[in-house]
Antibody, heavy 116, light 111 residues
Framework: QVQLVQSGADIKKPGASVKVSCKASGYTFTGYYIHWVRQAPGQGLEWMGWIDPNSGDTNYAQNFQGRVTMTRDTSISTAYMELSRLRSDDTAVYYC?????????WGQGTLVTVSS | QSALTQPASLSGSPGQSITISCTGTSSDVGAYNYVSWFQQHPGKAPKLMIYDVSNRPSGVSNRFSGSKSGNTASLTISGLQAEDEADYYCSSYTSSSTHVVFGGGTKLTVL
């Protein structure tokens, strides 16, 4: 069965970077885009961007341009999202999700807390 | 402020039907048939309920249906059940630099 398993919760200081991983199983990793979406506490969903695991091509939301980097390692079917220059308002649950017919499978989410 | 506008909250009684609206612009909802709806229970990841305006993924109850008219998409839930109580989000592709936009979410309460 399709699964996306994300790395565990993390705490970072303002100005630092965080890298969240998303390990895929149960399907051909290179066949489907991976999206990253975040959700601040008590807030709605915010799209961050996507990566094509086959080519490595990326497409980032303007709000995150210059701060986000999405990569992948096809040998271990894992996608990564790195966010730099963290601020307190980056505190959120970060999700990876696969796009097939719609964004159909989601990871369990990774809580990133930014605090001094 | 979210790019797509949804009512903040809605409520209904078991067995009733409700409709959640999602209003965008001619650059997103009105331009593409790529509207999706997600259900999210507290502390859980979102779940895809509708994709491409009106298509249901395998395993999603046929009580859920989607439609679109102009710049507004809608999710209708018929025969409300207690388990339908959740937050619902719409999303759409957009021609803007954001590429994908979400609505602000609608909290559905089943009375």
């Amino acid at each position: 069965q399709v699964q996306l398993v994300q790395s565990g919760a993390d705490i970072k200081k303002p100005g630092a970077s965080v890298k969240v991983s998303c390990k895929a199983s149960g399907y051909t990793f290179t066949g489907y885009y991976i999206h990253w979406v975040r959700q601040a506490p008590g807030q709605g969903l915010e799209w961050m961007g996507w990566i094509d695991p086959n080519s490595g091509d990326t497409n980032y939301a303007q709000n995150f341009q210059g701060r986000v980097t999405m990569t992948r390692d096809t040998s271990i079917s894992t996608a990564y999202m790195e966010l730099s220059r963290l601020r307190s308002d980056d505190t959120a649950v970060y999700y990876c999700a696969r796009e097939s017919w719609g964004v159909d499978y989601w990871g369990q989410g990774t809580l990133v807390t930014v605090s001094s | 402020q979210s790019a797509l506008t949804q009512p903040a909250s809605l409520s209904g009684s078991p067995g009733q039907s409700i409709t959640i609206s999602c209003t965008g612009t001619s650059s997103d909802v009105g331009a593409y048939n790529y509207v999706s709806w997600f259900q999210q229970h507290p502390g859980k990841a979102p779940k895809l309920m509708i994709y491409d305006v009106s298509n249901r993924p395998s395993g999603v109850s046929n009580r859920f249906s989607g439609s679109k008219s102009g710049n507004t998409a809608s999710l209708t839930i018929s025969g409300l059940q207690a388990e339908d109580e959740a937050d619902y989000y719409c999303s759409s592709y957009t021609s803007s630099s954001t590429h994908v936009v979400f609505g602000g979410g609608t909290k559905l309460t089943v009375l």
